[in-house]
């Protein structure tokens, strides 16, 4: 089973991806906050139907749950919107770098301090030079991405 999520999760990094390229192609057309708000209307349609044939929880839970833990629909809408924004700007792979070097600077401070109930690991040196090389890696990327585009905008010109 959890080589299954293993697998899922990788299949979820890779629609992330897909998700991002997109939206930043649709975007221009369509403009930021409009796609962001289709992306949230058609996962709201699509979740709906998901619930009303297969849901087993208690959608009325929403209600008795603590307000920092719906803070996440916020947070989920804060990413798109920012993920949609920066795609057409710096590209995919450095939006990519960049989230997952911002997940896990706040992972490591989540761990730390135990937030949100989470099991508490300490800060180490292992763990700083790990996030070092992660901010490295996106300004390599951000870097090549640059270069690549003023190569393409000077051979254009020619």
């Known amino acids: 089973m959890e080589i299954l999520m293993i697998l899922f999760t990788l ?3 890779i629609t992330l991806s897909a ?3 997109v939206h930043g192609t649709f975007s ?3 403009g930021t906050i409009e796609t962001t708000f289709l992306t949230m209307l058609t996962g709201l349609v699509f979740l709906t139907v998901i619930i009303i044939f297969f849901g ?3 959608v009325l839970g929403i209600f008795s749950a603590p307000v920092w833990q719906l803070s996440a629909a916020f947070l989920g809408t804060a990413f798109l919107l920012l993920s949609v924004i920066a795609v057409p700007r710096i590209g995919v792979v450095a939006t ?3 989230v997952i070097s911002g997940q896990l600077a706040i992972s490591v401070i989540i761990d730390h301090f135990g937030w949100f109930d989470s099991l508490v690991i300490p800060l180490d040196w292992e763990r700083l030079v790990a996030m070092l090389f992660m901010i490295i890696a996106v300004y390599f990327i951000y ?3 640059k270069r690549s585009n ?9």
Not at 150 to 158: F, G, M
């Open 96 to 98: 990519n770098v960049a």
């Open 150 to 158: 003023e190569e393409k905008i000077d051979s254009a010109q020619i």
């Open 143 to 145: 870097k090549g991405n």
């Open 19 to 21: 998700q991002s390229s």
């Open 28 to 30: 221009r057309k369509a």
């Open 11 to 13: 299949l979820g990094g």
């Open 56 to 58: 087993q929880g208690n």
